[in-house]
């Protein structure tokens, strides 16, 4: 079974673009969630889709935002970069939401330079 | 509002001493506790899960963790560290909601 999928692997952007992250959940699984991890404020939650719909938000700004398709893949997009969105974006995949406490299933992450 | 503090931002250890990483939470509900590893340039993997069931909760690779209501504890421990154990590990609480707190993660070392 494939596990998490996540592309691309590493992104440059400059300030001001906008990037699109995809992430491919393992065949089956309904749930994904995204997460930023930086050397400064660790591993913080964005938030979680299921069967195409938000179901969980993380305090980060509107200009973060995602969707979810009906194969459960997911996008997350970041509109007017800024030098503090560069990180790396996890993206996990469960059968269930979030609430269910299933295990989650986490990709290798798109690691995102904004210069 | 539920927090988790990892104590220990650095641990390092010797190959076959036991390992223990430390995780104080806060929370106003019964909490749902994990702990994940990340090893270098991969995503992270879960260890194990507390959701009030047994306090003493067995996870992958010989690790387990104790769940102290009164201490508003969760450690991991292990009783002998291998070399590829070296990673970061991430002690985590989970909303009724749904989300995710992290603690801000031990880096633990192992040497030969």
């Known amino acids: 079974k494939a596990g998490v999928t996540q592309t691309p692997r590493y992104l440059i952007k400059t300030r001001g673009q906008q990037v699109t992250l995809s992430c491919s959940p393992i065949?089956?699984?309904?749930?994904v969630s995204w997460y930023q991890q930086t050397p400064g404020q660790g591993l913080q939650f964005l938030f979680e889709y299921f069967s195409e719909t938000q179901r969980n938000k993380g305090n980060f700004p509107g200009r973060f935002s995602g969707r979810q398709f009906s194969n459960s893949r997911s996008e997350m997009n970041v509109s007017t970069l800024e030098l503090g969105d560069s990180a790396l974006y996890l993206c996990?995949?469960?059968?269930?939401?979030?609430?269910?406490?299933?295990?989650?299933?986490f990709g290798s992450g798109t690691q995102l330079s904004v210069l | 509002a539920q927090s988790v503090t990892q104590l220990d931002s650095h641990v390092s250890v010797s190959e076959g001493t036991p390992v223990l990483l430390r995780c104080n939470y806060s929370?106003?509900?019964?909490?749902?506790l994990f702990w994940y590893v990340q090893h270098p340039n991969k995503g992270l993997q879960l260890l194990l899960k507390y959701t009030s069931a047994a306090t003493l909760v067995k996870g992958i690779n010989g690790f387990e963790a104790e769940f102290k209501k009164s201490e508003t504890s969760f450690h991991l421990t292990k009783p002998s560290a291998h070399m590829s154990d070296a990673a970061e590990y991430f002690c985590v609480v989970q909303s009724p909601g749904g989300k995710l707190i992290f603690g801000q993660g031990t880096e633990l070392s192992v040497k030969p």
């Open positions: 065949s089956g699984h309904r749930s």
């Open positions: 996990a995949s469960s059968l269930g939401t979030l609430t269910t406490n299933e295990k989650l299933f």
């Open positions: 929370s106003s509900y019964s909490p749902s």
